[in-house]
């Protein structure tokens, strides 16, 4: 059973940095999919970022976190990490990492497609 634990979440002001972790145990991280959603108060959740498996390895983002957020294995840690900079107030919300060991990558962004989940860490940006 795969089971995945989010840190890092916090307060920022605008243009700060936070790092967030989603620590993965139960399995090799190499065998999975690990994508980043968010969900802000009244909003849907939505995908963040993805990072596909070692044996194909493509990294996704989100049209409005490009050139600000980076995805990236911590190999040593079983990790995922979400390098969030400039971050801005549209960027507060809930983060979730989920796992999945297999997905298309066109449906990244489809919560649907992912079989386990972290319980989430908040970022809350503001002045």
């Known amino acids: 059973q795969v089971q995945l634990v989010e840190s890092g979440g916090g307060s920022v002001q605008p243009g700060g940095s936070l790092r967030l972790s989603c620590a993965v145990s139960g399995s090799t991280l190499d065998w999975y999919n690990i994508a980043w959603f968010r969900q802000a108060p009244g909003k849907e959740r939505e995908g963040v970022s993805c990072i596909t498996t070692s044996k194909d390895p493509t990294t996704l983002y989100k049209d409005s976190v490009k050139g600000r957020f980076t995805i990236s294995r911590d190999n040593a840690k079983n990790a995922i990490i979400l390098q969030m900079n400039n971050l801005r107030p549209e960027d507060t919300a809930v983060y979730f990492c989920?796992?999945?060991?297999?997905?298309?990558?066109?449906?990244?962004?489809?919560?649907?497609?992912?079989?386990?989940w972290g319980q989430g860490t908040r970022v809350t940006v503001s002045p």
């Open positions: 989920a796992a999945t060991a297999s997905l298309w990558t066109d449906k990244w962004r489809d919560a649907a497609e992912y079989n386990y």
